[in-house]
């Protein structure tokens, strides 16, 4: 293990802290350095999704390991990383199998069977175990198997993949020097500033810097006119924490790649569907590798996707999985555009709360008629329905 990833491992009460919490997944990230290297992977023009895999493998080695692992380690560490995005995926699979998505999303396959059914109800081992009353026929797959369950499962080096970053506890502003410098909290904020007064000819007290953000001090100090040297512990920091911060956002994102992948055409978005819900992603990736005309719950999913707040505008890839993706230039389709021309092929032409709007647009309109006019149609309606 190298020195860097010593310094970053959690104590015992931190990782309790952070395996008991998914939440943390959904952090946004906003400084400048993170959204630079987020906006060079958007510009990426290949929509493959391997390929996207394969470029974040890339940034991560000449971003995260080359130059702080030597020899065996500057080999494994990238295959460790792929390895356990391919896990993540796998272990999404195993706890969202295609008939329960295809339960949960109905129309996109006819399997009626329920993973409840498979794993607690139909477990001979439970059967045996317990009898039909016991507590045990209550439980919920999706529960029992769910993230901080895979997560305690993991073993540290695995789990090292998904920690939060931490802010060097010392940092100096000159290292050389070794004078002027700050104790910092894990999330950097400033616990005490020594020597920064005569450092700066008091233009910056020590005291005033109490309890602010690492970030804070550093644009202070250059308010100030106080030149920091090149490659000095304070922005080093920030930036190793950055760096930090958008390898585990994208090795997430990654994670959805795959299961878009390993799904195909129907199963692989909707189950990234699933995952971008829960652990904080961009919902309008798998629905933009999600349309395959083929697909009768298609409408169904789109539905799903604009309820959980999806836009009409987004613009979405035609047939990804068809192969010509591979090579070719695909062609694109926006949710509005399909929910304008294609119906639900499923047992109704639309959903509930397509009905329920509809129904809302005709009272709205209904409204605006003449109340004369409307009295005479009741009336008709009635005479029609008593005959």
Known sequence: MSLKKEK?????V????????VDKFRE??????VKAMTNDFANIRNVNLDAKVDNFIDWYFKNMVEGHYIGIGEINMPNDIRNFIEKMAVWYELRYPNYEINRLMP????????????????????NDLF?????????DWDEFYNANAFINSLSWDERYFLENPRYRELVYIDSYRRSAHLHLTSKGFVELAEEIGSYTNFKVKDDELRGMHI?????????KGISLPSGNELEETIKDVEKWNYQKEEMLNCVMYRIIERGGNRIGPRRAFLFAKEFGRNIDIPMTY??????????NFIIEYIKAGGSKDLVCYIGYFSGASQSEKIDTVSVGEILRT???????????????????LVNALASQIDPEIVRIEKAKQLSLEKK
């Open 290 to 299: 999600g349309v395959d005309y083929s697909d009768p719950g298609l409408r």
């Open 215 to 223: 970030k804070d001090v550093v644009n202070l100090l250059k308010e």
């Open 8 to 12: 970053m491992m959690f104590n015992s």
């Open 14 to 21: 931190e990782e309790k802290m952070m395996f008991n919490s």
């Open 107 to 126: 129309c996109s396959g006819q399997e009626a069977i329920e993973i409840n059914d498979v794993m607690f109800n139909s477990n001979k081992y439970i």
């Open 342 to 360: 294609r119906h639900n092929d499923c047992a109704t032409k639309f959903t509930p709360e397509e009905t329920a709007l509809h129904q809302r």
């Open 28 to 33: 946004k990230f906003k400084s400048p350095i």
């Open 131 to 139: 009898d039909e009353n016991a507590d045990v026929r209550a439980l």
